[in-house]
């Protein structure tokens, strides 16, 4: 069992978002998961130019890191995203990020993985940007068990504080991990995404055969 935290921060192993995403991954190491830590800012990441080359062949224009952290992410039965809030939303570094996902959301590539959110804030926000998060990864076909944010007021208290919920969530996905977890209301969102991906799968089932084959096997086609 592998989890992984992708962590948006640009302070990277200064950040209050990144020792909080630590504590999740403590809290599935002790549940057996071997874990890893992904800081975004350490790697070169080119925005979306909209050019739509990678629908046809699964392959961006972009010469840059994300094709190691596509395949780190495929690797991994799990995901945790962690962004600290920015203007009401996460990091620049996270966003250009998920918009370079639009392959893996359109063909679903993360489906049947689990995953979670962490964000942290001064005041204000963090909720909103864990809700954020998990809808990203709902888009990615993805169940969220979870996620919580933590209002610093500028000083790591109330992060060290959040460290026993922290651990207890980073459980609950391990556990997700090894015996499954349903929500309801997140299956059928992730349904409905489906639904509406399947126009594109369809429409470049002679470029990309083999992502249309699994989709038939999968019963989405």
Request: with cysteine; glycine share 8%.
């Given at each position: 069992m592998k989890i992984l935290a992708i962590h948006g921060s640009p302070r990277t192993t200064r950040s209050m978002t990144r020792q909080l995403a630590g504590f999740v991954l403590a809290g599935s190491a002790e549940s057996g998961a071997e874990t890893e830590m992904i800081d975004l800012a350490d790697y070169r990441i080119l925005p979306c130019t909209a050019c739509e080359a990678c629908t046809l062949n699964g392959i961006?224009?972009?010469?840059?890191?994300?094709?190691?952290?596509?395949?780190?992410?495929?690797?991994?039965?799990?995901?945790?995203?962690?962004?600290?809030?920015?203007?009401?939303?996460?990091?620049?570094?996270?966003?250009?990020?998920?918009?370079?996902?639009?392959?893996?959301?359109?063909?679903?590539?993360?489906?049947?993985?689990?995953?979670?959110?962490?964000?942290?804030?001064?005041?204000?926000?963090?909720?909103?940007?864990?809700?954020?998060?998990?809808?990203?990864?709902?888009?990615l076909g993805v169940i969220s068990v979870g996620g919580m944010s933590v209002a610093t007021g500028g000083g790591p208290e109330a992060v060290d504080a959040a460290e026993p919920a922290a651990r207890a969530l980073g459980k609950k996905l391990a556990d997700a991990v090894r015996n499954g977890y349903s929500d309801?209301?997140?299956?059928?969102?992730?349904?409905?995404?489906?639904?509406?991906?399947?126009?594109?799968?369809?429409?470049?089932?002679?470029?990309?055969?083999?992502?249309?084959?699994?989709?038939?096997?999968?019963?989405?086609?």
């Open positions: 961006c224009v972009n010469d840059d890191d994300m094709p190691e952290l596509l395949a780190r992410i495929n690797e991994a039965d799990a995901l945790i995203l962690g962004s600290p809030v920015y203007i009401d939303n996460v990091t620049g570094q996270m966003k250009v990020f998920f918009d370079r996902l639009a392959d893996a959301i359109h063909y679903q590539q993360c489906a049947g993985k689990y995953g979670c959110a962490v964000a942290t804030t001064g005041e204000s926000g963090g909720d909103e940007v864990v809700a954020y998060l998990n809808h990203v990864l709902n888009y309801p209301g997140q299956e059928t969102e992730i349904e409905g995404n489906r639904a509406y991906f399947k126009t594109i799968v369809e429409e470049n089932r002679d470029f990309r055969p083999d992502e249309f084959e699994r989709w038939v096997r999968m019963g989405w086609i």
